[in-house]
């Protein structure tokens, strides 16, 4: 108890340090690492395909240009019929970010070593400028 009182500052330390390691995670930075111009550089340069992993209903409200519609939950069984190439690259976009950064993960798991969600989601792209379409 004697040392938790001699170095309260150092304990105090340790865990503000922790909290900074963990706020970003919580806010939700870890859904995604790709930026909308990194993106429009994958599609423009790689041929990327860009695929939204929201609901039939929130694609029908607004989507990337040329996006395809894989929601989700139908996206493993769906993405090698769809995307038959595992050496392009990916670009995975839901309203967010947090489901691409779920469909990454199954991407991935399925051989797609290139996917790619877009973090912020289509609110990230569409705060860019760039175009976005409805159905």
């Not at 993106?39 to 209903?57: F, S, T, Y």
Request: hydrophobic share 50%; proline share 4%; with cysteine.
């Amino acid at each position: 108890m004697k040392f938790i009182i001699d170095n309260w500052y150092l304990i105090l330390i340790a865990l503000a340090s922790g909290v900074m390691l963990v706020l970003p995670m919580l806010r939700g930075a870890g859904a995604g690492t790709l930026t909308a111009a990194e993106a429009v550089q994958l599609i423009n340069r790689q041929k990327a395909v860009v695929i939204d992993v929201c609901e039939p209903d929130e694609y029908a409200a607004g989507h990337a240009n040329g996006a395809k519609n894989l929601p989700l939950g139908q996206f493993e069984e769906k993405l090698p019929a769809t995307v038959k190439n595992k050496a392009l690259p990916l670009v995975l976009i839901c309203a967010k970010g947090g489901r691409a950064a779920r469909a990454e993960a199954i991407a991935r798991k399925l051989g797609y070593e290139k996917a790619q969600a877009l973090a912020g989601g289509l609110k990230a792209w569409r705060d860019a400028g760039m175009p976005v379409e409805k159905a």
